[in-house]
């Protein structure tokens, strides 16, 4: 049987690999689809950390929405630029790049100097076994309905609102014109 | 504990932020740019998910839930007002579009 340990090597491997690629690369519409695989493995990983409907709902609302608008969004430009490939430029890389990797540098060196079993809620989880250990669907559903009640219909309430503006934006004639 | 020997979730994290930070500053594409904060929510979410696999209440689950919904809403939005910055200026350049009035 193949430890999860594998898997888990795998799907961060394929991860990274892609977001290094949209990095990297210049043509628009290739970055899109390394997102889909980026975000496909971080869908992924979510499963091994034992986070099961964040990984359903990382699918659902990124590949089959996100990913879409930004098609969406490419394929709409491409038509108003009037290039047939939609290749980015780039704009000061060497700071850009520089910046990045000290940030890189400075999360890294945060990461490995830490010391998170001394955290207070890590230890009780690893003293008494707690933690996930069944599917996540029941407490996230519970959570929703009573303790995260006023942030859900907040998010209803933003999620009408951008609908709508996004709506009136793109397609309503601006006053003036 | 063994499972904090999972560390790698955290740097994958941290490597996609950084990939998310140099794809927003060093592309010229708004949309391109679009992709960048992308992998920088996915970053966070990352991180928010891998600790809350210590906590039976799932705080960390739930954050990332509302990031994820913020995010398609901002996704949404700001394509809706790229497409139209694209029309009027004709370019997908946001530095080209520089002008607030004509």
Known sequence: MIPSEVFLYIFAFITVGFAIYITFSKNVLYSAFALLGTLLGVSALYVLAGADFIALTQIIIYVGGVLVLIMFGIMLTGKVTGSRELISGLKNPVLGGITGIIIFCVLVLAILKSNFVALDWISRSAETGSGIKESTFFTIGKNLMTTHLLPFEVAAILLLVALIGAAYIASGKVKGE | ?102
């Open chain 2, 1 to 102: 504990m063994e499972t904090l020997g999972h560390n790698i979730f955290l740097f994958v994290g941290a490597l996609l932020f950084s990939c998310g930070i140099i794809t927003v500053l060093t592309k010229k594409n708004a949309i391109m740019m679009l992709i960048g904060v992308e992998l920088m929510l996915n970053a966070a979410n990352i991180n928010l998910v891998f600790f809350s696999r210590f906590d039976p209440g799932l705080q960390g689950q739930m954050m990332a839930l509302f990031i994820m919904v913020v995010a398609a809403a901002e996704a949404a939005v700001g394509l809706a007002i790229f497409l139209k910055v694209f029309q009027h200026f004709k370019t997908a350049d946001p530095d080209m579009a520089g002008t607030m009035k004509n």
